[in-house]
């Protein structure tokens, strides 16, 4: 069974930034994050295969970056200058092909909260 790890959300004030880290217990092709804020859809952030290849969200931003270490079996996600619009439990996907639909497989969800 594939399992996937999230850590490092948080409680930021705006303007400051996080670092999202997901590891998983295999090895896959697509890795992905989405985020789902209060009352609304699950969206798409960001997605990466295992060359580096992005798809960006319908909403992309040049504050989001992310990365993957292969060997590691993780994937990131750097967000800086935050605002309070990204509050959001942000999740981890993987398992898909190089499209925007997600996998199959989830992580359990890490509560980023932007705030003053």
């Known amino acids: 069974q594939v399992q996937l790890v999230e850590s490092g959300g948080g409680s930021v004030q705006p303007g400051e930034s996080l670092r999202l880290s997901c590891v998983a217990s295999?090895?896959?092709?697509?890795m992905a994050w989405y985020r789902q804020a209060p009352g609304k859809q699950r969206e798409l952030v960001a997605k990466?295969?295992?060359?580096?290849?992005?798809i960006d969200g319908d909403s992309p931003n040049d504050r989001f970056t992310v990365s993957r270490d292969n060997a590691k079996k993780m994937v990131y996600l750097e967000m800086s200058s935050l605002k309070p619009e990204d509050t959001a439990v942000y999740y981890c996907?993987?398992?898909?092909?190089?499209?925007?639909?997600?996998?199959?497989?989830w992580g359990q969800g890490t509560q980023v909260t932007v705030s003053s």
């Open positions: 295999v090895n896959l092709y697509v």
């Open positions: 990466i295969n295992d060359a580096g290849l992005i």
């Open positions: 996907n993987g398992g898909s092909a190089f499209i925007k639909q997600p996998g199959p497989y």
